[in-house]
């Protein structure tokens, strides 16, 4: 099993920044994909960017790619999206995923979530 955690979110004007993390524990996470999906009242949960555990070019959806960066230490066991260049269509849940091997962009495809946190980006 693989618990994940995320934290960071928070309030912040358009144009500003946020970093948010997610703690991962449970096991070795060597093979896994971790990935950064957000979702909004009424829609599916999209993805917007992935990495590999133990390296590789991150993945990115083309509406983050440029203001997004999605990074991992794996001496805390934490990845990380740094959001710069915010905007009100930001506005979401944010949710951190894993799954094993092979980096998808369908929400279906991940065994492990965790719990979301709340990004408002006000105009």
């Known amino acids: 099993q693989v618990q994940l955690v995320e934290s960071g979110g928070g309030l912040v004007q358009a144009g500003g920044s946020l970093r948010l993390s997610c703690l991962a524990s449970?096991?070795?996470?060597?093979?896994?994909?971790m990935a950064w999906f957000r979702q909004t009242p009424g829609k599916e949960r999209d993805f917007i960017a992935g990495?590999?555990?133990?390296?590789?070019?991150?993945y990115y959806v083309d509406s983050v790619k440029g203001r997004f960066t999605i990074s991992r230490d794996n001496a805390k066991n934490t990845v990380y999206l740094q959001m710069n260049s915010l905007n009100p269509e930001d506005t979401a849940v944010y949710y951190c995923?894993?799954?094993?091997?092979?980096?998808?962009?369908?929400?279906?495809?991940?065994?492990?979530w965790g719990q979301g946190t709340q990004v408002t980006v006000s105009s």
């Open positions: 995923a894993a799954r094993p091997y092979v980096l998808t962009t369908s929400q279906t495809t991940y065994n492990y």
């Open positions: 449970g096991r070795t996470l060597s093979n896994y994909i």
């Open positions: 990495i590999t555990w133990s390296g590789g070019r991150p």
